[in-house]
């Protein structure tokens, strides 16, 4: 089954100062480092996507909370690095996708219209490391 591509006005885009880039791999390890004391969200996001950029309006809340690190990587900027970190997290990439990391290791992932605050907001709350 094929995919639509994926169109959007530029002048509609989030404001990205809420959001940590994950564009390099330092940026990576400094995320899966992040997760060892908290969780972390993942947002592979496409810049060209209107679903993306609904998913992107849906993460904005989460992301101005300094209590949740979230990492958006531009998938059209970054493609290479999301693919590493598909294969390393053993997920299948997807744009729009979120990814909850918990010590390291992904606790929740959703992609296209299942990405809501609500559902990782409720993905953090069960993360291991929130628990305690």
């Not at 409720?122 to 291991?128: C, G, I, K, N, R």
Request: charge should be negative.
């Amino acid at each position: 089954m094929g995919r639509a591509v994926c169109t959007i006005d530029a002048s509609r885009a989030v404001s990205d100062s809420s959001f940590r880039p994950l564009s390099t791999d330092a940026s990576w390890a400094e995320a899966r480092s992040a997760s060892k004391t908290q969780p972390v969200l993942v947002f592979k996001h496409s810049s060209a996507c209107p679903v993306s950029a609904k998913a992107e309006t849906q993460l904005q809340p989460l992301a101005e909370d300094s209590a949740l690190p979230v990492y958006r990587l531009v998938v059209q900027e970054s493609r290479a690095l999301s693919d590493e970190i598909a294969e390393a997290l053993d997920i299948r990439h997807e744009t729009p996708q979120v990814i909850v990391l918990d010590d390291e290791a992904p606790v929740f992932d959703a992609s296209h219209f299942d990405v809501t605050a609500d559902a990782v907001r409720e993905a953090v709350q069960s993360a291991p490391s929130s628990t305690n």
